[in-house]
């Protein structure tokens, strides 16, 4: 675009005072064969705002959550608070009715790596250890995070998992950096995970995320430092590895073709910040 002119990003400022270097800067990374975001993934500053208040609400209902997990209860009763807590504050929750999912979240338990539908039947039980993931839709912008649970006592096993999954998300956070990559995300999880035994899942990664649930790009957290979509400030996406305790494989639920269990019957964990790249590093909108 030229120089002069307003920029695409509705800033108000000229081109040239915008985002002008920020696209020198992606071209000159395309030019040596790197895949960069296009104009597209990157939010501009009404964006930004409107998806941060879908964030903010996201976390909300997270907050709730945390606030009322119990044993002895549902994972239906998780599934009604996140439904009213969203409900109550104008929102929407992004998974119900979501390529056909049911349910207003998933609740994911032990052997469950992820998309566990909530079920009156499913009691949370001492010792269970259960990722609740919420998504939220405010003013037709999307956030998304997931948190893991303890209920009650659980096993040295079951806590370590979860501790090491927390450090895994931490450590890929502290990876992320406008002008690196993806796989620098990738690269710090992975290899946490295997030096504390565990595996990360393969096939299913994050997304970017803002105005849509599932945007490009796919992100992986198996891939090497260096590798995959530049960080450009403006791309938003989830960072949210799902962290076996044996092997990375799964199989999905035949009768409600969503929930994914482990291949080996081992214990899963997962937890998901939703982050912005900025020009100066990255900010976690929801976690
Ligand atoms: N929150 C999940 C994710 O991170 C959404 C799964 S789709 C659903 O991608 F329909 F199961 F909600
Ligand atoms: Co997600």
């Known amino acids: 675009m030229e120089r002069n002119a307003l920029c695409w990003c509705g800033s108000g400022k000229k081109y040239k005072k915008c985002h002008m270097a920020i696209e020198e800067k992606m071209q000159f990374h395309a030019d040596k064969g790197e895949i960069v975001p296009s104009r597209k993934l990157l939010k501009t500053p009404a964006q930004i705002e409107k998806i941060k208040a879908s964030a903010a609400l996201n976390t909300l209902v997270l907050d709730e959550v945390a606030k009322n997990i119990h044993a002895g209860m549902s994972t239906e009763e998780i599934n009604k608070i996140v439904y009213d807590v969203t409900t109550a504050h104008g929102g929407i929750p992004a998974p119900l009715n979501y390529e056909g999912f049911p349910k207003s979240v998933c609740t994911s338990i032990n052997n469950e790596v992820c998309h566990g539908i ?24 999307f956030s998304d995070a997931s948190r893991m649970f303890k209920i009650g006592k659980v096993s040295d096993r079951a806590e ?65 430092k260096g590798s995959e979509m530049l960080l450009v400030p403006g791309m938003m996406f989830t960072i949210e590895p799902m962290i076996n305790e044996g092997s990375p494989d799964f199989f999905v639920d035949e009768d409600n073709d969503w929930t994914v269990y482990t291949i080996d019957d081992g214990l899963s964990a997962q937890i998901e910040y939703m982050v912005l790249i900025t020009e100066t590093g990255v900010e976690v909108l929801t976690k």
């Not at 949370?124 to 405010?138: A, R, Y």
């Not at 998992?161 to 690196?180: I, N, Q």
């Not at 990738?186 to 030096?195: G, L």
């Open 160 to 224: 370590k998992l979860v501790r090491v999954t927390e450090e895994c998300v931490e450590l890929g956070l502290a990876a992320a950096k406008p002008w690196g990559h993806l796989g620098d995300i990738a690269d710090a999880i992975n290899t946490h995970a295997q030096k504390n035994g565990y595996s990360v899942v393969i096939d299913i990664g994050g997304h970017g995320i803002g105005l849509q649930f599932h945007e490009e790009p796919f992100v992986s957290y198996v891939t090497p």
């Open 118 to 141: 909530p079920d009156e039947n499913h009691i949370l039980k001492e010792g269970d250890i259960v990722n609740v993931d919420v998504s939220t839709i405010l003013d037709g912008y």
